[in-house]
């Protein structure tokens, strides 16, 4: 396989270091409903896993669920997420965190989405959490300050290159929180002390003081004990590599001394009509507003495969019909394949794997399926490859409903089109709809 590396920034020959591909993707802050744009990174990650485990690699993989730590603004500053979610909601951030994460997993699998491996609540890993600051103030890489325990960047020569950050240039402020007692502006904090009067249910006691977790810490604590480094391939969205990103490789160095992942991935955001998706705009649409609409899931997801997961992907219900379209013609396709088998030239699923295989390139595979003879076997790679239920969604039809078809088709000899139009409009009852050809009709499924 060819893999985009962000380390390195260009495509490069992958391989996994042991017998199995290490696999750590950055999962969902369960805090609110999720619209169509949080699944996108999603979608891609299930193809790359499909992928390795199509090119005969095992794959172990690690998704997290942060229910605490994750602040309103990506640095120091601002609201936990969980705890802003329980003030509007009424309910205790570990209601609030066992609701959403229940939507987001069903959903998830709605979106047909392979199980993690390990799905790891950062809640569930506080020890752990606890342990690694020990360690990094233990190999002097932290302070401490009245809010917070921090890490201390410039004790990190390598902490600017992964994101190509300008840190002489950064000013207070402008990429994570600013405080006065920070020793430079890069700093962050790796956990977060509660301050006398303020509210926040979700609190451990550490250095003799209540307080939770850094966001960053989470990946870096689940990645040492669920994994061991380095892993693989660490997988996330553009948005992680200039903060989130960063600091777990700061962590993970300054706990452990080593690298954390040999590639990363990281895939670019979705707009919606050419605007950034926000509540302000009216267009966090849900799987939920999708299918009241009368689309699938799975036809949101043949419409993020049929585009490159680096490419900046513009979302319109348009857009969205056409890829519904395409899902539909490939069914057909498959339902022609149970009555006339084809007979494919030799290797064309081998052509759409080494398409995925570089770089994840299903916009290509995509247009090499449209082009080419697929034999049911074919198909049936290619669903297991794309997870996009053709198969399930397409099964082959009764005896019954095959003497149906036979009957309208001596009708239609006969000249009898009363009769062959009463067994089409039977037959589209049972959801089946005809294509009248030289060779007789070719069935498929009505949707």
């Known amino acids: 396989m060819k893999l985009y590396n962000t380390l390195s920034r260009k495509l490069e020959n992958f391989k996994p270091a042991g017998d199995v591909v290490k696999i750590y993707t950055c999962g969902p802050t369960v805090y609110n409903f999720p619209h169509i744009g949080n699944y996108a990174a999603y979608a891609y990650w299930d193809l790359l896993v499909r992928c390795l485990k199509a090119n005969g690699y095992k794959v172990k993989r690690v998704l997290n669920l942060t229910d605490v730590g994750h602040l309103t603004s990506d640095g120091d500053e601002g609201e936990d997420k969980l705890e802003k979610g329980a003030r509007l909601s009424g309910k205790t951030p570990f209601e609030v965190a066992e609701f959403y994460s229940k939507v987001y997993l069903d959903n998830y699998a709605k979106m047909e989405f392979l199980p993690a491996d390990v799905i790891a609540r950062a809640t569930d890993y506080i020890a752990e959490d606890m342990e690694a600051v020990d360690v990094m103030t233990a190999n002097g890489f932290t302070y401490e300050t009245r809010d917070g325990v921090y890490y201390d960047t410039s004790k990190f ?41 303020e509210k926040h249910a979700m609190r451990w006691d550490y250095l003799g003081r209540p307080g939770y977790p850094g966001w960053h810490l989470e990946c870096a604590t689940i990645i040492h004990k669920e994994l061991g480094e380095p892993i693989d391939i660490h997988t996330g969205g553009i948005d992680h590599i200039p903060v989130h990103h960063t600091n777990e490789i700061a962590e993970t160095y300054a706990a452990w001394g080593k690298q954390l992942s040999r590639f990363w991935l990281h895939c670019d955001f979705i707009t919606i009509d050419g605007q950034k998706i926000s509540k302000s705009l009216g267009n966090t649409y849900t799987l ?34 056409a890829a519904k379209n395409r899902r539909a013609s490939w069914r057909a396709r498959i339902a022609s394949c149970y009555q006339k088998p084809v007979e494919s030239d030799e290797g064309n699923f081998a052509r759409v794997l080494d398409a995925v295989s570089n770089n994840l390139n299903s916009a290509e595979a995509c247009a090499i399926i449209d082009n080419s003879k697929l034999t049911l076997n074919d198909w049936r790679q290619i669903d297991e490859l794309f997870g996009l239920r053709l198969i399930s969604d397409t099964p082959d039809v009764s005896s019954d409903i095959y003497d149906l078809i036979h009957e309208r088709d001596a009708a239609r000899t006969a000249k009898d089109f ?15 709809a005809l294509n009248d050809s030289s060779d007789g009709a070719i069935w498929y499924y009505n949707i």
Do not use: C
């Not at 020569?157 to 430079?184: I, M, T």
């Not at 009363?418 to 089946?432: T, V, Y």
């Open 157 to 197: 020569p390598g902490y600017a290159d992964f994101a190509q950050l300008n840190l002489s240039g950064l000013q207070a402020g402008a990429r994570v929180g600013f405080s006065s007692e920070k020793r430079n502006v890069s700093d962050f904090a790796v956990w977060k002390f509660i301050q006398p009067g």
């Open 288 to 321: 939920e507003d999708l299918e009241e609409r009368g689309f699938l899931a799975m036809d949101y997801k043949m419409w993020l495969l049929s585009g490159h997961y680096q490419g900046t992907r513009n979302f319109t219900f348009e857009s969205l019909e």
């Open 418 to 432: 009363a009769r062959s139009d009463e067994i089409r409009n039977k037959l589209l009852a049972h959801g089946i």
